[in-house]
C-alpha cells in the first residue's frame, strides 16, 4: 500500500479528527486535513497534483502547538 493511500484510508475511518503520519522528521498530513491545518494554523502547503495538497510540521513546532491547546 502506498503512503498516500494509508493516509486516506485513515481519514475515511477518521473523519472526526485530522490524520497526521510520520515521515522523517516531520509528519504529514493530506488533502482535506492539509487544508485545514493551513487554515488553522497556517502550515505551508505543497500541492503534488491538483487536488492533492499536503502540508508538514516538524516533531518539535507540532509539540509547541499541542502544549498551546491544552
Known amino acids: 500500500m502506498k503512503y498516500t493511500d494509508l493516509l486516506e484510508k485513515l481519514q475515511k475511518e477518521n473523519k ?4 497526521l503520519m510520520k515521515s522523517g ?6 488533502g482535506k486535513d492539509a487544508l485545514e491545518l493551513n487554515r488553522l494554523i497556517g502550515l505551508k502547503l ?3 497534483k491538483e487536488e492533492l495538497c499536503k502540508v ?6 507540532l509539540g509547541k502547538i499541542r ?4
Open 16 to 19: 472526526e479528527h485530522i490524520v
Open 25 to 30: 522528521i516531520f509528519f504529514v498530513a493530506i
Open 46 to 48: 505543497t500541492c503534488m
Open 56 to 61: 508538514r510540521i516538524s516533531n518539535e513546532k
Open 67 to 70: 502544549s498551546q491547546v491544552k
